[in-house]
């Protein structure tokens, strides 16, 4: 079982930035599919960013919404996956859902339904 936990959601104002950690409550192979979605009032869940291990190297897949803007990274040592966020703008308001998967379905990693653990969420609000 693995139970995945958000945090450093917040306030912040247009321009600025933040970072969302991922924390797993046991052990994740490094292997793993990483992935951050979020969630608008309104809106359904959108992909943001994923890591996963493809040919041998780590591989990286963003929206292009958030493309230059994010980065997603991962600490093995701390179990721990990260969302970088700079230069957000109020689009970027939402809850953001941090996702993990042992071995992705072949709908890919940007894909909601590839993924068998979730967290809670967080939420992050950009002020205009």
């Known amino acids: 079982q693995v139970q995945l936990v958000e945090s450093g959601g917040g306030l912040v104002q247009a321009g600025g930035s933040l970072r969302l950690s991922c924390a797993a409550s046991?052990?994740?192979?490094?292997?793993?599919?990483m992935a951050w979605f979020r969630q608008a009032p309104g809106k359904e869940r959108e992909f943001v960013a994923a890591?996963?291990?493809?040919?041998?190297?780590?591989?990286?897949d963003y929206a292009s919404s958030v493309k230059g803007r994010f980065t997603i990274s991962r600490d093995n040592a701390k179990n721990t996956v990260y969302l970088q966020m700079n230069r957000v703008n109020p689009e970027d308001t939402a809850v953001y859902y941090c996702?993990?998967?042992?071995?992705?379905?072949?709908?890919?990693?940007?894909?909601?339904?590839?993924?068998?653990?979730w967290g809670q969420g967080t939420q992050v609000t950009v002020s205009s």
């Open positions: 996702a993990a998967d042992p071995a992705l379905s072949g709908l890919g990693p940007r894909r909601d339904l590839s993924y068998q653990y």
């Open positions: 890591i996963r291990w493809s040919g041998g190297r780590a591989s990286y």
């Open positions: 046991t052990r994740t192979s490094s292997r793993y599919a």
